[in-house]
């Protein structure tokens, strides 16, 4: 079965510098792998996702995010995040030998602080 | 693009009743909608897998009985749950994948229930 461990819990960051959430899976097989943002007492929202072809993946709001097969990873990234951008990150897996289930980490707590 | 609009966004109810949520796809047709248990500070937990026209299937631990789910139409499903108790006060969440897609989900806004 496919897992995702988001490592880091909570990513303090100072307005306008860059950020890098970091995600890794684990799946014997290939699968896709998505971004998604939750603000305050909302739904998720997709920021990106990668289903196959160029590794480096552009999403919403200027998030991009890199699939790399060798360190089963698919980090997000911001070169400068903004206030708006504070909010709770989760990357998710999908497909493989579980079909269309997606399987989120425990999602990435980010503070953008002026 | 594609819409899942869930409904109610927030519901306080008293221990022991019930309490139904809904889930719609607005502008497309989903053969699968799933439900998901957020805990506060945490990550969302797939409680079962509805498909249009049958039964639904549960994750390892969700009770079936407690957590009735219905798939009538395919753009309509709805999650009660019966006989509510404080323990399951929690944020609740959908999300449908387009018929014949199933890579990819919209999600709808979510429901918060508390219990008295």
């Known amino acids: 079965a496919q897992s995702v461990t988001q490592l880091d819990s909570q990513v303090p960051v100072f307005e306008e510098a860059p950020v890098e959430l970091r995600c890794n899976y684990s799946s014997s097989v290939s699968v896709y792998l998505f971004w998604y943002v939750q603000y305050p007492n909302q739904g998720l929202q997709l920021l990106l996702k990668?289903?196959?072809?160029?590794?480096l993946v552009k999403g919403i709001n200027g998030f991009e995010a890199e699939f790399n097969k060798s360190q089963t990873s698919f980090h997000l990234r911001k070169p400068s995040v903004h206030i708006s951008d504070t909010a709770e990150y989760f990357c998710a897996v999908s497909g493989g030998n579980t079909g269309n289930q997606f399987y989120f980490g425990t999602g990435t707590s980010l503070t953008v602080i002026p | 693009g594609a819409v899942v609009s869930q409904h109610p966004s927030r519901v306080i109810c008293k221990s022991g009743t019930s309490v139904k949520i809904e889930c719609r796809s607005l502008d497309f047709q989903a053969t699968t909608m799933f439900w998901y248990r957020q805990f506060p500070k945490q990550s969302l937990m797939l409680m079962a897998t509805s498909n249009e026209g049958s039964k639904a299937t549960y994750e390892q631990g969700v009770e079936k009985d407690k957590f009735l789910i219905n798939h009538a139409s395919l753009t309509l499903s709805t999650l009660t749950v019966t006989s509510a108790h404080p323990e399951d006060s929690s944020f609740y969440i959908c999300?449908?994948?387009?018929?014949?897609?199933?890579?990819?989900?919209?999600f709808g806004a979510g429901t918060r229930l508390s219990v008295l």
């Open positions: 999300s449908a994948s387009p018929s014949g897609g199933a890579i990819i989900q919209y």
């Open positions: 990668y289903l196959s072809g160029s590794t």
